[in-house]
């Protein structure tokens, strides 16, 4: 899982990666997920600076994908954007994280355990476990966008303000992380259709809501055209399992 990308990139978002995949060594054996030709590692050109993405993907008997993205354009903007993806058979949350900063700090970083049941609460041991964290507060909490009402209450969206604030946004999405390994783990996959039905079309509307996010598009649009950004958003970014 060696990456030179996040070498590069700001501190927090080098010690996230490497922390999201040794949480998921840790729980989990990855199996490689196949990647769409020509989608793994990307470079381009947006305004003048050249623009890399590195895509890092796996399986598990419980996810169907596990995708971690580092992007990087110039020495202005440093990205990375997670995403596991349950198998549609388990009743599990969509955990989901992103950085985004540069030279001069982390401007958002956002984490959440995002429920897909029609009633938008995550299952009582999520709940259970979550209430129990220690508390923890940030001087420049974020909005959401108008599209995240598939965020959960427990979502957590801010700027973190100095060291302190990106080492306590770190360690909560740690919390989070593994809390989430170990439920998958310890879940028992639904047996009734109308279940496994229920379960995709929660993936599905997040799925669709999350593409609806204009300044990610914008910016790939700019640098590789419409047509391909919407094959990257669509197959890469925020596909949907059948």
Request: hydrophobic share 40%.
């Amino acid at each position: 899982m060696s990456s030179s990308l996040r070498e590069q990139q700001h501190s927090l978002i080098h010690k996230l990666a490497n922390c999201i995949e040794a949480v998921w060594e840790k729980y989990f054996v990855l199996s490689p997920y196949a990647i769409p030709e020509g989608l793994g590692h990307v470079e381009g050109c947006l305004e003048g600076e050249k623009l890399v993405i590195e895509n890092h993907y796996y399986q598990t008997p419980q996810f169907r994908k596990l995708h971690l993205e580092l992007a990087r354009v110039g020495n202005k903007l440093d990205i990375l954007h997670c995403v596991m993806f349950p198998r549609p058979r388990y009743p599990l949350p969509l955990f989901g994280t992103d950085l985004v900063g540069g030279s001069g700090g982390i401007s958002a970083a956002i984490v959440d355990l995002s429920p897909i049941g029609r009633d938008r609460a995550l299952p009582s041991a999520y709940q259970t476990a979550l209430d129990a964290l220690p508390s923890v507060s940030f001087s420049q909490p974020r909005a959401l966008p108008q599209w995240g009402d598939i965020f959960s209450e427990f979502c957590l969206f801010i700027r973190p303000a100095n060291a302190e604030e990106e080492t306590a946004f770190l360690q909560r999405v740690e919390d989070f992380l593994t809390l989430h390994c170990q439920n998958a783990i310890a879940t028992a996959p639904v047996t009734s259709p109308s279940q496994a039905t229920e379960i995709l079309a929660g993936q599905q509307y997040y799925c669709t809501k999350q593409r609806q996010n204009d300044k990610t598009r914008r910016v790939l649009e700019k640098s590789f055209g419409k047509e391909w950004t919407e094959q990257y958003m669509t197959a890469m970014f925020f596909d949907c399992a059948t």
